[in-house]
């Protein structure tokens, strides 16, 4: 008996000796003694009661208490949040940190503060390459083809564009001085503009006269998108036409919404997409009613690889339902459709929330083999054409230098 006493005795002895030799060590590194004992008495290994966002917080406790060196609390939980949606393998589902976030929304909604001009890189500063007719900088003189050699007194020769971007813009209704060189001029003007909110423009049009057809280009699918066609329309109605152009080409997409306002144009009451989620319940979009104009013309869209999302929704609904024929390349081939939940630090996760199929049952899901080539998926157009973007003979909108704009014309004069 008292042999079986010793020997308990030893053995809680050593265990003394063990929580004293992990105590001095935290003590000695400024670490509260308390916190050898868990590590001490601790059961590694899986629970099937432990929740796995309980591991995921442990995991993120231990690395900013024990990292070698300190950590961002806010890159690390980005970085995990990212980790979390990357692991989805969704390339259409992201986590977007606030700056990101913001951008984001701002093209969605169509609207920003700043002078209303488009900028591109020059050796000298910003190239302007589009100034928006009702912005405070067209008031203020600026137009297509100026450069922007200096804001608020400093030179920005050599910085980057997005730089040059984000000096120029600031709050709404206080005024950002430049320096201007227009064409042919031997020094730059000072020019001062007043920023305001501006509505982007997210449609542009233009008559071609020659063969009296209307060219609509559609950049992306915004909450104004639907007004600024609207307008497009009445401007273009004023003159004879025989034939509308709409060129999607390289348009990311947009808001599933503008897309069904924009159809309501054509068509009522009718099926946009057919949205099938995780609980097998199928959703339908369908257009409004009371919305339709006169296309007394034939239709016909340009889209290539780059047309995608959105717009695919739109060129693929007008075409099921034989109101336009398909030119150019085919699709991108994005059948998903997303939602963006804002979270409130003020960044968003936008994630996808069902696969779409277009009135004809068709999935038009992009596949893609092991090195991201494309195999098969998309729209298909009904006149297949071609178009090198590298060839610097070609100008967009030119219908004697670019093939599918002219290929899209010979399909509506084949028509009339």
């Not at 449609?203 to 609509?216: C, F, H």
């Amino acid at each position: 008996m008292k042999l079986a006493l010793r020997a308990i005795a030893f053995v809680l002895l050593l265990g003394v000796c063990f929580c004293f030799g992990y105590g001095w060590r935290d003590l000695r590194v400024g670490r509260p003694i308390s916190a050898a004992f868990p590590r001490m008495f601790s059961v590694t290994g899986s629970s099937t009661d432990v929740a796995p966002v309980d591991v995921f917080k442990d995991a993120y406790s231990n690395i900013l208490a024990n990292y070698y060196k300190p950590v961002s609390t806010i890159d690390l939980t980005y970085a995990g949040v990212s980790g979390i949606v990357n692991s989805l393998g969704d390339p259409h589902t992201i986590f977007l940190p606030p700056q990101a976030a913001k951008e984001f929304d701002v093209d969605t909604e169509g609207q920003f503060v700043g002078i209303g001009a488009r900028l591109d890189v020059d050796p000298l500063g910003a190239k302007v390459m589009a100034v928006f007719d009702d912005g405070p900088a067209y008031s203020a003189g600026l137009r297509a083809g100026d450069i922007i050699t200096g804001v608020e007194g400093k030179s920005v020769s050599g910085v980057a564009v997005l730089d040059i971007v984000n000096k120029i813009h600031g709050p709404e209704n206080t005024t950002v001085h430049l320096e201007v060189l227009k064409a042919k001029a031997q020094k730059p003007i000072q020019m001062s503009i007043k920023r305001r909110t501006i509505n982007t423009p997210t449609v542009e049009y233009t008559y071609l006269s020659g063969p009296k057809v209307g060219l609509i280009t559609i950049h992306q699918f915004a909450e104004p998108t639907t007004h600024q066609f609207d307008v497009a329309l009445d401007k273009l109605g004023q003159s004879p036409i025989t034939g509308l152009i709409i060129d999607l080409r390289d348009n990311p997409g947009g808001l599933l919404e503008a897309d069904v306002e924009m159809l309501s144009r054509f068509m009522e009451n009718k099926t946009v997409v057919t949205i099938k989620s995780r609980d097998e319940v199928d959703e339908y979009e369908r257009t409004y009613a009371g919305q339709k104009r006169a296309f007394p013309y034939p239709i016909v869209i340009l889209m290539n690889e780059d047309t995608a999302s959105a717009a695919e929704i739109f060129a693929g609904v007008l075409h099921d339902y034989k109101m336009a024929t398909l030119v150019g390349t085919h699709s991108y081939g994005k059948a998903s459709v997303q939602n963006v939940w804002h979270l409130r630090d003020g960044s968003s996760a936008k994630i996808t929330i069902g696969r779409y199929l277009l009135p004809s049952g068709d999935n038009i899901g992009r596949k893609v083999d092991e090195d991201g080539t494309f195999i098969s998926g998309g729209l298909q157009p009904d006149v297949k054409v071609d178009l090198d973007p590298d060839d610097a003979s070609i100008e967009i909108g030119d219908p004697k230098t670019d093939t599918q704009l002219k290929a899209a014309l010979a399909v509506i004069h084949g028509m009339k």
